[in-house]
C-alpha cells in the first residue's frame, strides 16, 4: 500500500522559512537598527530551523524504527 505523506514538504517549509527570516528579515532590521525585531526574527528562524530538523528525526525514527 502507497502512503501518501506530507511530512517532507512540511519539513521544507519549516526549513526554508527559517532561512528566509534569518537572510531577509535580521539583516533587515540590523540596517535599520531595530534591535528587539532583528533579535526575534533570529528566534523565530532558528526555532523553524530547529523545528524542521526536529521533524527530519521524528520521521527517520518513525520510519525505521517504529514502522
Keep these: 500500500m502507497n502512503n501518501i505523506g506530507y511530512m517532507v514538504y512540511v519539513i521544507i517549509l519549516f526549513g526554508l522559512s527559517g532561512f528566509m527570516l534569518l537572510l531577509t528579515d535580521a539583516k533587515k532590521y540590523k540596517k535599520a537598527a ?3 525585531e ?3 526574527s533570529l528566534i523565530l528562524g ?3 530551523i530547529s523545528i524542521g530538523i526536529g521533524l527530519i528525526l521524528f520521521n527517520w525514527i518513525y520510519q525505521n524504527l517504529v514502522w
Design 34 to 36: 531595530q534591535k528587539k
Design 38 to 40: 532583528q533579535k526575534v
Design 46 to 48: 532558528w526555532i523553524n
